[in-house]
């Protein structure tokens, strides 16, 4: 067990470091959904209230209502960041290196994964302090039962950039694939419009947008920050991060890796 905690304390630590010292990679992080919430919100504000729907009160503006879904975007983006990582790793080899130790595989990436959700929450974190000197607050218990929410969410969606690394042998290939995941997850998502507003144009376009995952975790994270628990998106998302997790594990498995080589 202390072997397994070294490794976990060496592995988010390096992670931690790295982030410092890339604080190019912090700044984007922040820049995409301040873009949104101060430019596009604003701009949207007068034609896309929000009406009353749980875990709201009353009539929302526009900006409160895509707060959740930009804390999703940060989760997102930072976990298709580390999977990058992941692939940089495997070109220069210490990533080989890393899971050649005799420690689980599974601890090992797991320990990668939870890294960069420790690093996800801190730019949420940041990104919700800003917003709030813009104005746009949410209850205070809002701010404490946001985190478990968002270690959930992050280990999802952080197994699922995991899973997309285990499928990119070449970091030249990889910005294509995370065009392929991470726009469409994020805009077939209930993270800028409700998923009503969408039935109304396209039933089947809402019926898309209720079987992304995303989808439940923006929504995992909105109740949370208002002090309520979204059972069925803690339902999805937990079903989601195992499923992407193993997915992940067979993906990393060297025996597979060697069929493929041989191939």
């Given at each position: 067990m202390k072997a397994w905690l070294i490794a976990l304390s060496a592995i988010v630590t390096r992670e931690n470091l790295r982030f410092v010292r890339q604080r190019g990679r912090f700044l984007a992080a922040l820049v995409r959904p301040l873009v949104w919430l101060i430019v596009f919100a604003a701009g949207f504000r007068a034609a896309l209230g929000v009406s009353i729907i749980p875990p709201y009160q009353t009539y929302i503006t526009y900006e409160v209502y895509i707060l959740p879904g930009l804390c999703g975007m940060i989760?997102?983006?930072?976990?298709?960041?580390?999977?990058?990582?992941?692939?940089?790793?495997?070109?220069?080899?210490?990533?080989?290196?890393?899971?050649?130790?005799?420690?689980?595989?599974?601890?090992?990436?797991?320990?990668?994964?939870?890294?960069?959700?420790?690093?996800?929450i801190l730019q949420v974190a940041v990104f919700l302090a800003i917003a709030a000197l813009t104005g746009i607050t949410v209850p205070p218990i809002g701010y404490v039962a946001v985190l478990p929410a968002l270690v959930i969410s992050g280990l999802m969606l952080g197994a699922l950039?995991?899973?997309?690394?285990?499928?990119?042998?070449?970091?030249e290939n990889f910005a294509?694939?995370?065009?392929?995941?991470?726009?469409?997850?994020?805009?077939?998502?209930?993270?800028?419009?409700?998923?009503?507003?969408?039935?109304?144009?396209?039933?089947?376009?809402?019926?898309?947008?209720a079987l992304n995952p995303f989808t439940y975790a923006v929504e995992l994270i909105r109740f949370a920050l208002y002090g309520e628990l979204n059972v069925t998106a803690l339902a999805w998302v937990s079903v989601c991060f195992v499923l992407f997790m193993l997915a992940a594990l067979w993906g990393y498995d060297p025996a597979r890796a060697m069929l493929r080589s041989k191939a």
């Open positions: 989760q997102l983006f930072n976990g298709m960041q580390s999977s990058l990582s992941l692939v940089y790793d495997q070109e220069m080899g210490s990533m080989r290196l890393l899971l050649t130790s005799p420690l689980p595989r599974w601890w090992l990436l797991f320990s990668k994964l939870l890294a960069g959700v420790i690093v996800s950039g995991l899973l997309v690394s285990s499928t990119v042998r070449q970091l294509g694939v995370m065009n392929f995941v991470i726009f469409p997850m994020f805009f077939l998502s209930s993270a800028l419009y409700p998923l009503w507003k969408m039935a109304e144009s396209s039933p089947l376009l809402r019926d898309i947008c």
